[in-house]
């Protein structure tokens, strides 16, 4: 008895952390160099989406408001957190360089989790944006302003940063004396957690805190918002002008299920059996397909956007006419 208390004393302060880790995902996946070609085409048309929106909120100066700020941090957050997930994913697979280095691993984990926590919360600020202009349009200009938006999504980025620090900083306190193999497709939390032969209790309770801060908060949040929206057009009279607020809406909604939909099916799988393959390609898209397909909604659903990309494009034509003209011109009398 008193050598097995010896020797929990010696594990509990003495830490192991292993030098490497191995990622285990996509093992016997039939076709597995079909899917990461898919997910580097994921990847080319996130960055030229995301880019491209991202671009078009610059340039068009009627789109700097606290709207497209929101959406510009959004298109930002997609870009951010595709560039920390895929290249390393097609590199690890697609190169078989499946070892990761212990630190190398632990960043992975920070930068991936956290750009999708950011990703969740500024759906959230959306949301606000959009219960603030049909609940109180006279007030809007007067609540919903450019330092306040910015404020607030700078206050969002800087406490989810202090929480995901938290959580990826606590596989610190872990020893690893057993196995080093991660069954995901990168350095996910859970699994890289669950490899420890220490007390990994309070590594368990922050994995919950940090899952219902970022999926289940964010999600009552955007469905009170909802509510009241819903509550607030049932005393419009005209239909037309329901619909018509209803309209602005409709971008944001789109969002909100392309995000928390397929995250909170991929959470719901743990209680019932799939296929590890079937599991990871699942997670695999929840983790991509939202960053590629945000930009494309939101530049289709919303006039605003398609108009200044127009007018964007109509004034870069008239440039290159007004510099190439002299040119022709000068090329023509010769």
Same mark, same amino acid.
């Given at each position: ?61 009627? &789109? ?10 959004? %298109? /930002? *957050?997609?870009? @951010?957190?595709?560039? +920390? !997930? ?124 940090? &899952? ?10 955007? %469905? /009170? *918002?909802?509510? @009241?929206?819903?509550? +607030? !057009? ?101």
């Amino acid at each position: 008895m008193a050598l097995e208390e010896k020797a929990a004393t010696i594990l509990n302060t003495t830490l192991i952390r292993p030098a490497k880790f191995y990622i285990n995902g996509f093992s016997n996946f039939p076709n597995a160099t079909f899917y990461y070609f898919f997910l580097c085409f994921i990847y080319i048309m996130t960055v030229v989406g995301n880019g491209f929106l991202i671009a078009v909120i610059y340039l068009v100066k009627t &789109l700097h408001t606290a709207k497209y700020m929101i959406v510009f941090s959004l %298109a /930002l *957050t997609d870009l @951010c957190g595709s560039t +920390a !997930l895929i290249p390393k994913v097609l590199d690890t697979f697609l190169f078989d360089r499946r070892e990761i280095v212990y630190e190398a691993c632990l960043s992975y984990m920070f930068f991936v989790s956290f750009f999708g926590s950011v990703q969740s919360w500024t759906l959230v600020t959306m949301a606000f944006d959009r219960f603030i202009a049909i609940c109180f349009p006279l007030r809007y200009h007067s609540i919903v302003t450019k330092p306040a938006t910015a404020a607030v999504l700078l206050l969002g980025w800087v406490l989810l940063l202090a929480a995901i620090g938290c959580m990826a900083g606590l596989i610190d306190r872990l020893s690893f004396c057993g196995s080093l193999v991660i069954q995901s497709f990168f350095c996910d939390h859970g699994p890289v957690f669950r490899l420890a032969c220490n007390d990994t209790s309070l590594n368990f309770i922050i994995a919950y805190v940090i &899952l219902t801060a970022v999926v289940f908060i964010p999600l009552i949040l955007i %469905a /009170l *918002t909802y509510v @009241c929206i819903v509550i +607030a !057009l049932s005393r419009i009279a005209s239909r037309v002008e329901r619909l018509k607020a209803l309209k602005t809406c409709t971008s944001h909604l789109i969002l909100v299920a392309i995000f928390f939909l397929p995250v909170v099916g991929t959470n719901l799988a743990v209680i019932t059996y799939i296929h590890p393959n079937a599991r990871i390609v699942n997670s695999t898209l929840t983790h991509t397909l939202p960053s590629l397909l945000n930009p494309i909604i939101y530049t289709l659903k919303t006039e605003e956007v398609m108009n200044s990309i127009r007018k964007l494009f109509k004034s870069l034509r008239n440039r290159l006419t007004n510099k190439l003209d002299p040119f022709i011109t000068d090329v023509l009398t010769k």
